[in-house]
């Protein structure tokens, strides 16, 4: 920018020194008549009055404009001094809010909204300030305040939607949510956030129809969304049930092992209803289909259920079937193990137990073959020798949060201790020895100090 001014400068300089040289060069005369005067004098002298005046009209203009101006001038350097002051006072703020202190960061929360003339940042920094401090009252009054401005509306609705949540107001933090949706359904994080209220609020309907908008939006993948909305189609049918809407808790139970066959809760649940409306046949069906690709004790449960009037004998041919459907499978072993020791099978039942015990022993196993010793050869020795074995030998498969590690017998859509959504998978839980008292005591006295 210099550069560009010295050059047009010594441009003008130029110009005008050959100006000077071209009048010298050809000098004039002229003759002014005015009122009885007469005025002689050269084209140079009259040039340069003329360049004289304009440039003293120019002057005169430039002094009038700058006093016309100076109030103006004098308010917007104040302006800017006092916007200065508050920026320094919300930077302030901010920061310590960041630190966690509470009332220095509402002092200049404030001192920054007077200086500002309150714009929202300064609103949102002394409604943060106030929560840090407790003060509940004055963080919702500048939250609402966001909230009742149309540029601003999101940010205010969605810091009482969090007020509302932390107070345990599920219910107005879920009406706030869905009123930000509304507003803007593509703000980050929103959806889930309006997920994990649905979810909370036991609401699974609007729960699935928020889950497969998700999917629609690429904001969850699409296997996880199906995993989900069979849940959420579980829990309904299980209201439904309760509700004795055994019809409708069929559909959704369909609907959900459709979404996701793999659904072992889901596929036992449905063949138990379908076994309480007496159609055994299309309930046996189902669990045969599923054990082919994923066995699990529940549905050997169920399969045995279906059909309590037969003797052993019959159970043991219902399950010589279920057993071909996947005859590879441990728990294909242990099912027909099981019912070939409630017939007195006990050969049919060793042979089983024994194939089980080449993939490792576990507590199941060892309960069962403890059965067996005592039942047909009335070897107690034996069996206790099978019983102690079950503290040392490898866990059996449970279902096990993902989230927290809790451990539960069955599977549930909430875990029931950290309530995280359908968190249990089917796993094998660490193994965990109990120690002789001899073993503690050496450990306590290695222990130092």
């Known amino acids: 920018m210099n550069i560009f ?9 130029v110009c005008v ?11 004039g005369e002229v003759t002014v008549h005015w009122r009885g005067y007469r005025i002689d004098t050269s084209v140079a002298i009259i040039l340069h009055v003329v360049a004289f005046l304009i440039a003293v009209v120019a002057l005169a ?11 103006q001038q004098i308010r917007l350097r104040g302006q800017l001094r006092r916007e200065r002051r508050g920026y320094d006072a919300l930077s302030q703020g901010l920061i310590a809010a960041a630190a966690g202190d509470s009332t220095g960061a509402l002092r200049q929360a404030k001192k920054a909204g007077v200086l500002l ?30 909230a009742d401005d149309p540029q601003t509306a999101l940010l205010g609705i969605r810091g009482l939607m969090e007020q509302a949540r932390n107070s345990g107001n599920s219910k107005e933090a879920l009406r706030l949510a869905d009123e930000a949706y509304r507003l803007r359904p593509d703000a980050e994080g929103l959806l889930e956030q309006r997920l994990e209220l649905q979810i909370g609020g036991n609401y699974w309907a609007d729960a699935e129809a928020t889950v497969q908008e ?23 049918a299980r209201l439904a049930m309760l509700s004795q809407e055994h019809g409708r808790a069929v559909s959704l139970l369909q609907a959900a092992t459709k979404l996701h066959p793999q659904f072992i809760a889901g596929q036992a649940k449905l063949a138990e209803q379908l076994g309480a409306m007496n159609k055994v046949r299309r309930a046996s069906r189902i669990i045969e289909k599923c054990w082919a690709t994923t066995p699990h004790p529940s549905l050997a449960a ?15 041919k219902r ?14 072993h242990l099912a027909l193990a099981e019912a070939a020791l409630a017939a007195e099978l006990w050969g049919q039942a060793r042979t089983h137990l024994v194939k089980v015990s080449e993939s490792g022993i576990t507590p199941r196993l060892c309960r069962l073959m403890a059965t067996l010793e005592e ?70 006295e290695d222990l130092p100090g």
């Open 5 to 13: 001014r010295i050059s047009v400068f010594l441009i003008l300089t």
């Open 17 to 27: 020194i050959l100006g000077e040289v071209w009048l010298a060069n050809h000098p």
């Open 61 to 71: 203009y430039r002094f009038w404009s700058a006093l016309r101006r100076a109030p």
């Open 117 to 146: 003339n309150s714009p929202p940042i300064a609103k949102l920094l002394t409604a943060q300030a106030a929560e840090l401090n407790g003060d509940k009252t004055l963080a919702r009054e500048h939250f609402q305040a966001l």
């Open 214 to 236: 998700a999917v629609k939006r690429k904001e969850m993948d699409a296997e996880e969304g199906a995993k989900r909305r069979a849940a959420m189609m579980f829990e309904q």
């Open 302 to 316: 169920v399969y045995r259920a279906l059909e309590p009037e037969l003797d052993a004998l019959a159970q043991v």
């Open 319 to 332: 399950f010589e079937a279920l057993f071909e459907c996947n005859s590879g499978h441990v728990e294909s």
């Open 375 to 444: 039942a047909q050869f009335q070897d107690r020795d034996k069996a206790q020798h099978w019983l102690a074995q079950t503290s040392m030998a490898e866990p059996d498969r449970a279902w096990l949060c993902g989230s927290c590690g809790a451990e539960s017998a069955t599977w549930q859509v909430r875990c029931s201790n950290c309530g995280v959504f359908n968190g249990f998978a089917w796993g094998k839980p660490p193994k965990v020895v109990r120690l002789s008292q001899n073993v503690r005591d050496h450990l306590i």
